[in-house]
């Protein structure tokens, strides 16, 4: 079953807007995960947030992470039209060695 | 160092015939997690290995799946008498420790096909 649940579906914006995705959860967790997957390629990591975390940043990417709602954001600054992808969040269950990913956010940036 | 390498990229089989996937962890990692996708869909986990056990294996089919990782070699991911809802795209992808915390590296993914 689907740990994590990513909303939206999918999201087009304009070339230097930011773009806004979030993560729901289920159970607890260790981490959480984003990753991208470009049209018929594998997954790339993107960022990890531990559960005693908060929020984190890598260049132009920003994760928060809420325990209390068992939810994260993934946002991404100043879009480029190389971002687009589909965006995932993945958790390893607490207790639990295996890594379950949500459905994904389809990005979309207009040129 | 090579990434998590998957061949072979595409797979036809008829129904009926037996699929083998393979998968070979980027150098160092002795931990393999096996994935199927669909289109327009997340990833749904399938099982996971270590060198010569399997961990978890509470997203396999029952029948017809199996898989390995042996001492020596790629894992394989095995489908026997494969149906037309076997087709999907299957990602391994590695880690070198496994458990908490841990990134996964993917591989490029077989795209299975079955006529």
């Known amino acids: 079953s689907q740990q994590g649940e990513e909303d939206p579906q999918a999201l087009s914006i304009q070339e230097g807007e930011n773009a806004t995705m979030n993560c729901s959860y289920k159970t607890s967790i260790n981490n959480l995960q984003w990753y991208r997957q470009n049209s018929g390629r594998g997954l790339v990591h993107l960022i990890l947030?531990?559960?005693?975390?908060r929020e984190k940043h890598s260049g132009r990417l920003r994760v928060t992470l809420d325990t209390s709602k068992k939810s994260s954001s993934l946002l991404i600054t100043a879009s480029r039209a190389a971002d687009t992808a589909s965006y995932f969040c993945?958790?390893?269950?607490?207790?639990?060695?295996?890594?379950?990913f949500g459905k994904g956010t389809r990005l979309h940036i207009l040129p | 160092n090579a990434g998590v390498m998957q061949n072979p990229r595409h797979l036809v089989r008829r129904r009926g015939q037996e699929a083998r996937l393979r998968c070979s962890p980027m150098?160092?990692?002795?931990?393999v997690y096996w994935y199927r996708q669909l289109p327009e869909e997340g990833l749904k986990f399938m099982v996971y290995?270590?060198?010569?056990?399997?961990?978890?294996e509470s997203g396999m089919p029952k029948e017809r799946f199996s898989a390995e990782f042996p001492k020596e070699g790629p894992s394989i991911l095995r489908i026997q008498q494969v149906v037309r809802g076997d087709s999907a795209a299957y990602f391994c992808?590695?880690?070198?420790?496994?458990?908490?915390?841990?990134?996964?590296?993917f591989g490029s993914g077989t795209q299975l096909s079955v006529l």
């Open positions: 947030i531990r559960s005693n975390e």
């Open positions: 993945a958790t390893d269950v607490n207790r639990d060695d295996k890594i379950i």
């Open positions: 290995l270590q060198k010569e056990n399997i961990i978890d």
């Open positions: 992808a590695s880690s070198p420790d496994g458990g908490y915390g841990e990134k996964l590296f």
């Open positions: 150098k160092g990692h002795s931990h």
